[in-house]
């Protein structure tokens, strides 16, 4: 099971950018398609990002042109680059590795976006 420790949250003003960064251990993720989600509460766990073993991305549209999501296969490391934050980017992002059934999360990071 790929252990997942998230890194890199924090209070920043809008228009700011923070990255995040996320820890793999126990299990190389080279093979794994690896996301960002965030959560607010009271609200559903959502897709930010996402990369494909291939290094295909996909991006929820309310953040396409501002967040960069990318691995760096030799860390075991992924990372979500993000830009231009507004207030309702603020959530708890969390890290997450898929590979066939095996599905494993982070415990996230906060983002609190706000002046």
């Known amino acids: 099971q790929v252990q997942l420790v998230e890194s890199g949250g924090g209070l920043v003003q809008p228009g700011g950018s923070l990255r995040l960064s996320c820890a793999a251990s126990?299990?190389?993720?080279?093979?794994?398609?690896m996301g960002w989600y965030r959560q607010v509460p009271g609200k559903q766990r959502e897709l930010v990002a996402e990369?494909?073993?291939?290094?295909?991305?996909n991006y929820a549209d309310s953040v396409k042109g501002r967040f960069t999501i990318s691995r760096d296969n030799a860390k075991n490391t992924v990372n979500l680059q993000m830009n231009s934050l507004k207030p309702e980017d603020t959530a708890v992002y969390y890290c997450?590795?898929?590979?066939?059934?095996?599905?494993?999360w982070g415990r996230g990071t906060q983002v609190t976006v706000s002046s």
């Open positions: 997450n590795a898929k590979y066939q059934w095996r599905d494993s």
């Open positions: 126990r299990t190389v993720i080279s093979s794994y398609r």
């Open positions: 990369i494909s073993s291939g290094a295909t991305t």
